[in-house]
């Protein structure tokens, strides 16, 4: 499973708390962030996180290549609605790539629990529960 991970400046300490929850299931995944993002979730969370660029300086638009050619099956985009972005344009791509290739994108923390929590299950095998995240 290749999951991107991506936060806004606001949202980063809340992808360290989500990234925290579902440790161990994403410690069995090929991550790839962009860069700030992933020095945070290698050096708070301790995962393996294959680093892009920062958003601002193309890692969406890297992150977004990757996706449109298949490397990328679910992204966690925790998107700063109420601060303005130099770089929309490039967020927007990505986001649209999402939507033209069907890879499933949450853009807060309510969605990302629900998608990491849904490919936890998916993932851990008939007859296992899943291995991280709060119980509903």
Same mark, same amino acid.
């Given at each position: ?19 925290? #929850?579902?440790?161990?299931? *994403?410690?069995?995944?090929?991550? %790839? ?16 996180? #294959?680093?892009? %660029? ?6 969406? %638009?890297?992150?977004?290549?990757? =996706? ?45 629990? %629900? *998608? =990491? ?20």
């Amino acid at each position: 499973m290749n999951i991107a991970l991506i936060a806004h400046d606001q949202k980063k300490d809340d992808m360290v708390m989500v990234a925290t #929850e579902f440790a161990t299931f *994403l410690s069995r995944c090929h991550l %790839l962030a962009t860069g700030t993002t992933g020095g945070r979730l290698q050096n708070e969370v301790g995962l393996d996180v #294959e680093r892009c %660029l920062s958003g601002p300086l193309g890692g969406d %638009l890297q992150i977004g290549a990757r =996706l449109a050619v298949g490397e990328v099956d679910a992204v966690i985009f925790l998107r700063d609605p109420m601060t303005p972005q130099p770089h929309e344009p490039d967020i927007n791509a990505l986001v649209r790539a999402c939507d033209v290739h069907n890879v499933p994108c949450a853009t807060n923390v309510a969605g990302a629990r %629900l *998608l =990491l929590r849904e490919l936890d299950w998916l993932n851990s095998g008939p007859g296992r529960a899943p291995t991280s995240g709060p119980v509903a």
